[in-house]
């Protein structure tokens, strides 16, 4: 995590282009091979601070109460992650907006924030299928110690509801990113995925039957 610090310090105090690879090994008090071995570019050195975002988004809707429809339990999720000082603090979040901007200009920096996004989608999708099961158990009048061992892939519907839910997150995080308003209030990253997922309520979330 201290290279991707060292290169973000850099990205946004000389901007990419004039940052090396050699000059983010040296801020990060490490030989270039050395970041060589973890990285294969530059812009590959932040991914680890896009991933801590999306690994704390995932968490946020994995610890929603388990008795939550899935609307609320994303909103719930929302809220507690993209509130200033409550999954994020204040500071960080002007971090985020920096770091956004730059993987929204630069087609490099855009792949790295695409990959990151993509993995952090099939974990929602995971989170979801679980939840899923949770809520069958009960009505099933089994006991959750003796559901089979290991994890169940999430249905194509279960995907395609992380899909669209993540997309209502990061489009909302990346327009907020690209204006100056702060990250409270109506026009911060948690009200506007808030409104995104609103207009998502006349959804089916429910499994859809097949066959």
């Given at each position: 995590?201290?290279?991707?610090?060292?290169?973000?310090?850099?990205f946004?105090?000389?901007?990419?282009?004039?940052?090396?690879?050699?000059?983010?090994?040296?801020?990060?008090?490490?030989?270039?091979?050395?970041?060589?071995?973890?990285?294969?570019?530059?812009?590959?050195?932040?991914?680890?601070?896009?991933?801590?975002?999306?690994?704390?988004?995932?968490?946020?809707?994995?610890?929603?109460?388990?008795?939550?429809?899935l609307?609320?339990?994303?909103?719930?999720?929302?809220?507690?992650?993209?509130?200033?000082g409550?999954?994020?603090?204040?500071?960080?979040?002007?971090?985020?907006?920096?770091?956004?901007?730059?993987?929204?200009?630069?087609?490099?920096?855009?792949?790295?924030?695409?990959?990151?996004?993509?993995?952090?989608?099939?974990?929602?999708?995971?989170?979801?299928a679980?939840?899923?099961?949770?809520?069958?158990?009960?009505?099933?009048?089994?006991?959750?110690?003796?559901?089979?061992?290991?994890?169940?892939?999430?249905t194509?519907?279960?995907?395609?509801?992380?899909?669209?839910?993540?997309?209502a997150?990061?489009?909302?995080v990346?327009?907020?990113?690209?204006?100056?308003?702060?990250?409270?209030?109506?026009?911060?990253?948690?009200?506007?995925?808030?409104?995104?997922?609103?207009?998502?309520?006349?959804?089916?979330?429910?499994e859809?039957?097949?066959?």
């Amino acid at each position: 995590m201290e290279i991707a610090r060292a290169a973000a310090g850099l990205f946004m105090s000389r901007g990419l282009k004039a940052t090396r690879a050699e000059d983010i090994a040296q801020a990060a008090g490490i030989a270039p091979r050395t970041f060589y071995r973890y990285f294969a570019s530059k812009e590959e050195a932040v991914a680890p601070l896009y991933t801590t975002g999306a690994e704390r988004w995932a968490q946020a809707l994995r610890d929603a109460p388990a008795d939550l429809p899935l609307p609320q339990a994303l909103e719930h999720a929302v809220r507690h992650m993209f509130t200033p000082g409550a999954g994020v603090s204040a500071a960080s979040w002007e971090w985020v907006r920096t770091l956004i901007r730059l993987a929204l200009s630069s087609p490099a920096l855009r792949q790295v924030w695409a990959e990151v996004c993509h993995v952090s989608e099939e974990t929602v999708a995971e989170i979801l299928a679980e939840r899923a099961r949770t809520e069958e158990r009960p009505a099933r009048g089994t006991d959750p110690d003796d559901a089979p061992a290991g994890a169940v892939p999430p249905t194509p519907h279960q995907r395609f509801v992380a899909a669209v839910a993540s997309a209502a997150v990061r489009v909302a995080v990346e327009g907020w990113a690209m204006t100056t308003a702060p990250a409270t209030g109506p026009d911060g990253p948690a009200e506007s995925a808030l409104r995104n997922l609103a207009v998502l309520r006349g959804t089916e979330w429910a499994e859809q039957p097949t066959g």
